[in-house]
């Protein structure tokens, strides 16, 4: 007697059919390398750089309409009512796609993700050219992406429709059969992300840990004079300076110091403390985007073969980082070789035990009472990955940008259980306790008050006192030569820095912007968000919840 098989397996297998129609058929070209680059340039316009710059509709990730398809291991647990209906729909919705793509003419794309011999996903994305413009879309994916390589293993697909009706606008995530459709949309970043969702999925199945962090190496001069070597991990949601402080040398500048830039965005962890790299090219947010603060990224993103998504430019290809006319996420891929002589060779990163050892950050973007900088426990290090805190920016949901957020690993595209994750990483940190060492750092400031209005709404009463990046430099710059001062803080049960060579940070005491009751209510409010907000993941391990209980 057989079972009735499970709801999805029906929509599985439209998935595979449109995937394996597309595969095959006449109506979709086959670009090479040159023809996609010319292509796109025709519907681009041209920096003074001489790169290209092009516009989407759609400004940000469609966060709201993405659903997860499949078993319980990668639903998501609560759907809004627009998941809700897209879910109640996705019967009529493929079999609406399946007949479309038998007449719209396509462009198909094969890269690979990554460059080793363990886990380098085989990425095809399918673009529909029904509106021939939309060809940058596979021109971007070629840019981030690398060679292909037909053996590489797991295979990924993604269909991308974005003249699909705008009402009807929704993403498609089967993580089981490693495919994702997009309906609606001609933002980049689900093509980037939706590659990228699938392949920490992947590398979950494989024992990895897939984060949402960028990678270096950095060698440094130790206060005995001997050259260190370290790995760096660096997490943190977009638009809160993961990219800006991977892509910094943090004034390394002493003889034999130095540092490689491996990746921006997302990387694969091993048990060993080695991660696997993923892309070419990386994805930065623009916005203050400055020469002289910021110069190996500067350098890189006003290279001819640099592209630009929604960023003003003028008729005379003049560039305005500043201006939000459009859109405040302003985007920017850039290439990995435009950032030498700072960047590596390998894209991935070694083990732990063939280094001195690993400095792992966790960006925070806070305007109040969070410290600049705290060294953290294992305990509170997996608290703080599982906290994932930060404020919303415009890439994932404009209407929210400056509300705070929390987000597992400053991760929003974990698939399945986060409390696997979260044990995972608390069992590496134990594992290489001496060797890795963790912090968090705030990229934000100090001194924002925020008053809620009787409609609901909130209004952000002061100016902030920001981080400034040299700042932040600097404190990353102690920590990986050792020679910050470390003390226990006066409201947190964290070690913060009592001294930072070449950095002020007197000027952010908390008590030059609040009373000493409002710093106690202040923190005793955000305790008590974080306590009842990590207590949610029942599978956690209890010493990360205590953790988070008593910071």
Not at 157 to 178: A, G, H, K, M
């Amino acid at each position: 007697m057989s079972s009735t098989p499970p709801p999805t397996m029906k929509e599985f297998e439209a998935v595979k059919r449109i995937v394996n129609y597309l595969s095959g058929s006449q109506n979709v070209i086959n670009s090479t390398d040159w023809t996609i680059r010319r292509s796109a340039e025709r519907f681009a316009s041209f920096t003074k750089y001489g790169n290209v710059a092009v516009h989407s509709t759609v400004k940000n990730r469609s966060a709201k309409i993405t659903v997860y398809v499949g078993s319980g291991a990668v639903r998501l647990k609560t759907h809004n009512p627009q998941q809700a209906e897209i879910m109640a729909n996705l019967p009529k919705t493929l079999s609406q796609v399946e007949e479309y793509v038998k007449r719209a003419p396509f462009v198909r794309i094969a890269r690979t993700m990554g460059n080793n011999n363990e886990f380098s996903p085989h990425c095809t994305i399918f673009v529909s050219i029904q509106r021939p413009e939309m060809i940058r879309l596979a021109y971007m994916t070629w840019a981030t992406l690398f060679t292909a390589n037909t053996n590489s293993e797991p295979k990924q697909n993604i269909v991308y429709i974005p003249e699909w009706q705008e009402t009807d606008r929704q993403i498609l995530v089967f993580p089981e059969i490693s495919t994702t459709v997009v309906l609606g949309s001609d933002y980049y970043g689900e093509s980037k992300k939706g590659f990228l969702r699938m392949a920490m999925w992947n590398a979950k199945q494989k024992g990895m840990l897939g984060l949402h962090a960028g990678s270096k190496i950095l060698k440094v001069k130790g206060p005995d004079g001997r050259i260190r070597k370290y790995g760096m991990l660096i997490f943190g949601m977009s638009g809160t300076g993961k990219t800006t402080h991977t892509c910094h040398t943090h004034g390394l500048g002493e003889e034999g110091e130095g540092i490689e830039i491996l990746q921006d965005d997302v990387v694969f962890l091993k048990k060993d403390g080695s991660a696997y790299g993923s892309e070419r090219g990386f994805y930065l947010k623009t916005e203050g985007l400055d020469p002289v603060t910021q110069p190996i990224i500067y350098k890189a993103a006003t290279s001819r073969d640099a592209i630009f998504e929604n960023v003003m430019i003028d008729y005379e290809g003049n560039l305005y980082f500043e201006d939000d006319t459009l859109t405040s996420n302003g985007r920017g891929i850039m290439m990995r070789e435009d950032l030498s002589p700072y960047i590596s060779n390998n894209i991935n990163l070694p083990s732990v035990d063939s280094m001195d050892g690993l400095i792992i950050a966790f960006i925070t973007r806070r305007h109040t009472v969070v410290p600049l900088a705290a060294k953290l426990t294992p305990e509170q290090a997996a608290a703080v990955f599982m906290l994932g805190e930060s404020i919303e920016t415009s890439a994932g949901d404009p209407k929210r940008a400056g509300e705070s957020i929390r987000e597992v690993g400053t991760n929003p595209f974990i698939v399945g259980d986060k409390s696997y994750e979260g044990n995972w990483f608390y069992d590496f940190v134990k594992r290489h306790e001496g060797k890795v060492r963790c912090y968090q750092l705030n990229t934000g400031g100090v001194g924002e008050i925020i008053e809620k209005q009787p409609d609901g709404s909130k209004v952000f009463k002061r100016k902030v006192l920001r981080v400034e990046i040299p700042e932040m430099a600097a404190i990353i710059r102690g920590i990986a030569r050792g020679t910050n001062k470390w003390s226990k803080d006066k409201y947190w049960n964290l070690e913060v820095p009592a001294s930072v060579q070449g950095a002020d940070l007197s000027k952010y005491d908390v008590e030059k912007f609040y009373d000493v009751d409002d710093v106690i209510r202040q923190i005793s409010d955000l305790r008590s968000e974080r306590v009842k907000y990590i207590e949610s993941f029942s599978a956690l391990d209890e010493a990360i919840i205590n953790a988070a209980k008593n910071m």
